[in-house]
């Protein structure tokens, strides 16, 4: 039975160690992607910024109807620190765009 929750564990730790693998990775990749308006990168704190923002809203949308169970669109919205222009990039897809794919967050 021991043998049994170490490898519970071991295996929950290399799930939880997946997930933040995939976060840094979308992150690094939003970071490298142009910006399609003026063509400069969005960059590490554009990306950070993007998923932190997403994140408050889901937290924000799920905080105010608590019985339901929302499916969130899985796109950050980026906001160029140059131009200010505004893309949404799906981080499962790895896919800039400049719409949202469904609105303010699936709506
Ligand atoms: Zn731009």
């Keep these: ?11 929950l730790a290399l799930l939880s160690g ?3 693998v995939d976060i840094i990775r ?14 400069n990168a969005y960059g590490r704190a554009a990306a950070l910024s993007a998923r932190k923002k997403y994140i408050a809203q889901c937290d924000a949308a799920q905080r105010s109807n608590p ?5 969130f669109t899985r796109e950050w919205e980026v906001r160029c620190p140059v131009c200010a222009s505004t893309g949404y990039y799906g ?5 800039l765009t400049v719409q949202p794919l469904l609105g303010p967050l699936g709506e």
């Design 1 to 11: 039975m021991l043998i049994f929750y170490g490898v519970l564990i071991a295996v």
């Design 18 to 20: 997946a997930a933040k």
């Design 91 to 95: 981080f499962e897809t790895n896919v």
């Design 67 to 71: 019985e339901c169970m929302i499916n």
């Design 26 to 39: 979308s992150i690094l990749k939003l970071s490298l992607l142009h910006c399609p308006v003026c063509e």
